[in-house]
Nanobody, 118 residues
Framework: QVQLVESGGGLVQPGGSLTLSCAASGIIFSIYSMAWYRQAPGKERELVAG??????????EYADSAKGRFTISRDNGKKAVYLQMNSLKPEDTAVYYCYVRTGAMDYWGKGTLITVSS
């Protein structure tokens, strides 16, 4: 059974940093692209960042709102994907979800809340 478990959320002041972690189980982690999504109150879920699984070189993509501030990375040995977030803004407040698609199946973690507020 596929499980994605996020951690690392919390309250942070504007301009601060956080790193989210997602631990995966039940899949051959190294062969799948992974992604982080977020959903702010009253808004639709949106892609924040994704990372491929192409061997030694992993390619990442980012939402415009995340470019230059967020970095996605993965550790295939630990079956984990990370999201380093810097220069956080109040508009980054949201529940952040880890996501993977395996074949025709989509899997989501339960999410971790990030609140950016002074």
């Amino acid at each position: 059974q596929v499980q994605l478990v996020e951690s690392g959320g919390g309250l942070v002041q504007p301009g601060g940093s956080l790193t989210l972690s997602c631990a995966a189980s039940g899949i051959i982690f190294s062969i799948y692209s992974m992604a982080w999504y977020r959903q702010a109150p009253g808004k639709e879920r949106e892609l924040v960042a994704g990372i491929t699984s192409h061997g030694i070189t992993n390619y990442a993509e980012y939402a415009d709102s995340a470019k230059g501030r967020f970095t996605i990375s993965r550790d295939n040995g630990k079956k984990a994907v990370y999201l380093q977030m810097n220069s956080l803004k109040p508009e980054d407040t949201a529940v952040y979800y880890c996501y993977v698609r395996t074949g025709a199946m989509d899997y989501w973690g339960k999410g971790t809340l990030i609140t950016v507020s002074s």
